[in-house]
Nanobody, 123 residues
Framework: QVQLVESGGGLVQAGGSLRLSCAAS????????MGWFRQAPGKERELVAA????????YYADSVKGRFTISRDNAKNTVYLQMNSLKPEDTAVYYC????????????????WGQGTQVTVSS
């Protein structure tokens, strides 16, 4: 069982930055791929960014490429999402997820989910 706790959300003006963190309880954190998903009101949940267990492979949705960076610190059992140049359309609840998988772009591959953290970008 893996428990995930997100932090770092909040209210920011357009053009600003936030860094989300997700702390995992897994003793074998470095065997899990990690993903950041988001869900805006009235919209489906979407994968924003993902990173393989080693950190060598990453994935970004087209909407965030060049603005968001996913990273992980396996020694701290933590994954991060640095979000720059935020836009109002980035407003959503952001979820951290973990999966013992190589298919980092596939939502079905993630078995464990955090409770989410709200990100609100004002115009």
């Amino acid at each position: 069982q893996v428990q995930l706790v997100e932090s770092g959300g909040g209210l920011v003006q357009a053009g600003g930055s936030l860094r989300l963190s997700c702390a995992a309880s897994a003793r074998t954190f470095d065997s899990y791929a990690m993903g950041w998903f988001r869900q805006a009101p009235g919209k489906e949940r979407e994968l924003v960014a993902a990173i393989s267990w080693s950190g060598r492979n990453t994935y970004y949705a087209d909407s965030v490429k060049g603005r968001f960076t996913i990273s992980r610190d396996n020694a701290k059992n933590t994954v991060y999402l640095q979000m720059n140049s935020l836009k109002p359309e980035d407003t959503a609840v952001y979820y951290c997820a973990a999966g013992a998988t190589m298919y980092i772009k596939m939502e079905y591959a993630y078995d464990y989910w955090g409770q989410g953290t709200q990100v609100t970008v004002s115009s």
